[in-house]
């Protein structure tokens, strides 16, 4: 927990009405994080809004090894910790039990759910689940950082350092990102409009992307509206 409470003071200090914007640093973030998981050349694009991601990623084969990469290799990083944890059904247990806790711990103590639910369903199709939300793997990285705590394993120390370098990311701008074989690309995080803390949803808009796509937010989830706002 040491090590958490500072990255979820800053996470926690992101202003949803006008969060900080660096691509720059944002790409550091990911470019750590890819060297972590054995990419050696990674490259980066952005779109500004969704439609601009679904335009860019129109065509791309998610089933072909360049498509399916980033995935294979993290889930990679997964199995080898619950192996190395499994070898010792205490350990795992221990772990097991401490998973649950921390996800309270976190569902109480982080509050990136707005930017979670306006990065879901997006983008259409195939590129649409093969999104990754940054909130969302923030989210479960710190939650493994802290159930990590009780037991010993190297193998979950590599997966949970590989994840980190989000939390920088999301703190850079990043909202979500697509990975073909070692090119991320990235989609920044909406402006969003809060009530309560959570997305209005009386027609206004409610997420504004830098290039001015803007979305209202309905019953089955964001919706585009034929509407432009300054960036």
């Known amino acids: 927990m040491d090590e958490v409470e500072p990255i979820i003071s800053r996470l926690n200090g992101i202003d949803p009405s006008r969060p900080y914007f660096d691509p720059l640093a944002a790409e550091e973030a990911l470019r750590r994080h890819a060297r972590l998981i054995g990419f050696l050349d990674p490259s980066f694009s952005w779109a500004m809004g969704p439609r601009e991601a679904a335009h860019e990623l129109s065509g791309v084969d998610f089933e072909s090894p360049a498509g399916c990469r980033w995935q294979m290799t993290m889930q990679a990083l997964h199995d080898q910790a619950v192996a190395d944890l499994q070898r010792d059904q205490a350990a795992w247990q221990t772990y097991g ?5 921390a996800e309270t711990r976190i569902a109480e103590t982080l509050h990136l759910e707005p930017f979670r639910l306006a990065l879901f369903d997006l983008v259409l199709g195939d590129a649409g689940a093969q999104s990754h939300n940054v909130a969302y793997l923030v989210s479960s990285a710190l939650r493994d950082v802290i159930a990590s705590g ?66 209202a937010c309905g019953d089955e989830g964001l919706v585009p509206v034929p509407q432009s706002v300054d960036s």
Request: hydrophobic share 45%; with cysteine.
């Open 97 to 101: 039990n401490a998973q649950d806790a």
């Open 150 to 215: 009780p037991v010993e394993s190297e193998q979950l120390e590599d997966m949970n350092d590989a994840y980190l370098p989000f939390a920088d990311a999301l703190l850079a701008g990043l909202g979500s990102f697509w990975v073909i074989g070692e090119k991320f690309v990235c989609l920044p995080l909406p402006r969003l409009s809060l009530e309560g803390g959570i997305l209005v949803s009386d027609g206004r808009p409610a997420a504004v992307w830098p290039n001015g796509e803007t979305y």
